[in-house]
């Protein structure tokens, strides 16, 4: 059984910093891409970073500069470190795998696999 879990979410001022991780397991994710979405309430989720196998990454317009994504392939775990954090940043953060082949990482739909989420709340 694949399970993918997120940890490390919680309440930070802003300006502050958190570190989100996810725990992949239950498969090989050799080939995978990964993701972290976020979802606030009221809105749709969506896309803040993503790493290819090799590293490659992306990031949304509204976190460029202050998230940076990272994995270990050996491990089956992947980092998000979010630093300048803005209270337009709470929201349900949610990790995400997509299969080799699946479609696009900007595509939400492309994951195969999501974790519950972890909460990230920044107070003003």
């Known amino acids: 059984q694949v399970q993918l879990v997120e940890s490390g979410g919680g309440l930070v001022q802003a300006g502050g910093e958190l570190r989100l991780s996810c725990a992949a397991s239950g498969r090989t994710f050799t080939g995978y891409f990964m993701g972290w979405f976020r979802q606030a309430p009221g809105k749709e989720r969506d896309l803040v970073a993503a790493?290819?196998?090799?590293?490659?990454?992306y990031y949304a317009d509204s976190v460029k500069g202050r998230f940076t994504i990272s994995r270990d392939n050996a491990k089956n775990t992947m980092n998000l470190q979010m630093n300048s954090l803005k209270p337009e940043d709470t929201a349900v953060y949610y990790c995400a795998a997509a299969a080799p082949g699946s479609g696009s990482l900007h595509d939400r739909l492309s994951y195969d696999y999501w974790g519950q989420g972890t909460q990230v709340t920044v107070s003003s």
């Open positions: 790493i290819t196998w090799g590293s490659w990454t």
